[in-house]
């Protein structure tokens, strides 16, 4: 049986599921009980500075985006960090910390961009036990126009020096959390390791306005007739995040760097793709939101049973695997050809390959054949571009089948070339044929 056990910057959990820092880990009655559906570590919400706690609002806090079966694809949200006294939250964690040794607890933090700030709330956050603390510079609204989170994660002066006060005053490891707010992913992660975080993660909420209600004008959620941007999270936002973790794995300046994983992580199959990509654990939040704590356990099962299956015996065993797959655009092997090809036995005729071929590809699937309804490839046209298998119902109905070197593509009227070649060293690259000349 696979072995799911998780030491990410020496912070030992049983499986590398934690709980990403959001109101799921906001108290030790939710820590728990996400502990004892068997959560491997959780990043507690957000803790603040001493003093009189943040004020949410009292509507609405979140908007959302959902499937045609009202599945939740995204979620937006407006609320702040932790609402709840600073003391209050560090009793409950040492006591769970001391109930719960074998998972990960990490504190997450957010002060202002001061040293003093950060030199006061250290050592509170060490007393607890806690396992390492994250440095929230992520959440995109509220906080962010008070100086803190993304105010912070999009200045990688910044980043640098708060995680060099972090690295001085504390032993405990550090994470820095980063926004993806940002235009290039690896700036803000560089300056953390030049800081000497131990490791970051990723992302935080994706700046948003869900929607907008059409008789109040109002942007939902909506506040007494007015909205305000929000944090969008949850499975849309999966791809950007899986983006934004292999940036940093493949940046040689930030290779090897840990990489804590977050991002619409649902399914054990989105965390196998974040670990795949370079991550060393996986965080979740609105998964858990959405079906409840219990669902960690098809998450460490599915995985368990898809590494058996794999004969991958340990996290490191698929941690990064994916990492020297992805490449640049220009170094994709342009001899590698495939063609669309129709089951004709799953086809259930609703015509939708055809429209989307005809009207944005390239005129390559037939509707009528000798004059009956009959949806087949024509291989003379066919780009391979697989638009045709996204907007198809029927799953596997259509496969893209690459040509093996050698055959003739009808396309074309030429053989396929055996032999990998790129952008760089194409004919019509300007840049390619000065280089010949
Ligand atoms: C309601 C809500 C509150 C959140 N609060 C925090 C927070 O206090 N600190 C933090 O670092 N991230 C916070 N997050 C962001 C999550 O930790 C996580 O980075 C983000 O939701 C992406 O993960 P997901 O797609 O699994 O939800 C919050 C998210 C939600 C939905
Ligand atoms: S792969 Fe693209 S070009 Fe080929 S049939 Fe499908 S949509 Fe048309
Ligand atoms: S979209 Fe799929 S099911 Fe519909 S006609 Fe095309 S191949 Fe058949």
């Not at 979620?75 to 609402?83: A, F, G, R």
């Not at 045709?388 to 093996?404: D, G, K, Q, R």
């Amino acid at each position: 049986m696979a072995d799911l056990r998780n030491n990410f910057v020496g912070i030992k959990s049983p499986n590398p599921f934690w709980l990403a820092s959001a109101p799921p880990t906001d108290k030790a009655y939710n820590v728990e009980r996400a502990f004892k559906a068997g959560w491997g570590g959780v990043v507690w919400k957000t803790l603040g500075e001493e003093g009189p706690p943040v004020v949410n609002v009292n509507g609405p806090r979140y908007g959302a985006i959902w499937g045609a079966d009202r599945r939740l694809l995204g979620l937006n949200n407006i609320e702040l960090i932790t609402d709840r006294d600073l003391y209050v939250n560090l009793r409950e964690m040492k006591q769970v910390k001391m109930n719960w040794p074998d998972r990960a607890l990490i504190a997450s933090i957010m002060v202002p961009c001061e040293e003093n700030a950060w030199k006061a709330i250290l050592p509170l956050v060490e007393e607890t036990g806690a396992d390492g603390i994250e440095l929230n510079f992520g959440c995109p609204h509220g906080m962010s126009e008070r100086g803190m989170g993304s105010a912070v994660g999009q200045v990688p002066e910044y980043i640098e020096m708060v995680v060099r006060w972090c690295k001085q005053y504390t032993r405990m490891p550090v994470i820095t959390k980063l926004t993806p707010n940002i235009t290039d992913i690896r700036k803000p992660a560089r300056a953390a390791k030049a800081g000497g975080t131990d490791a970051v993660s990723l992302i935080n909420t994706i700046n948003s306005i869900t929607s907008v209600n059409l008789d109040t004008f109002s942007p939902e959620p909506s506040i007494d007739g007015r909205g305000s941007h929000g944090g969008y999270c949850g499975p849309a936002v999966k791809p950007i995040a899986l983006n934004m973790v292999a940036e940093i794995a493949r940046d040689p300046e930030t290779h090897g760097l840990p990489i804590s994983g977050i991002g619409g992580i649902t399914t054990w199959r989105d965390a196998a793709e974040f670990l795949a990509l370079g991550a060393g654990n996986v965080q979740v939040c609105t998964a858990a939101m959405t079906y409840g704590f219990k669902i960690v356990q098809e998450m460490i099962s599915g995985l368990s049973d898809w590494m058996d299956a794999k004969g991958h015996r340990t996290l490191d065993d698929i941690c990064g695997r994916a990492v020297p797959n992805v490449t640049d655009w220009q170094y994709l092997n342009l001899n590698y050809v495939a063609k669309a090809k129709i089951d004709q036995d799953a086809c259930i005729k609703c015509g939708r390959c055809h429209i989307a071929c005809e009207d944005t590809s390239h005129q390559a699937i037939t509707q009528f054949v000798n004059g009956v309804r009959h949806f087949e490839v024509i291989e003379e046209e066919c780009v391979g571009c697989n638009l045709c298998v996204n907007v198809c119902p029927v799953s596997n109905c259509i496969t893209m089948e690459p040509l093996a070197a050698g055959t003739v593509d009808k396309r074309t009227g030429k053989p396929v070339d055996p032999n990998y070649a790129n952008w760089t060293t194409h004919p019509n690259n300007p840049m390619a044929r000065q280089a010949a000349e």
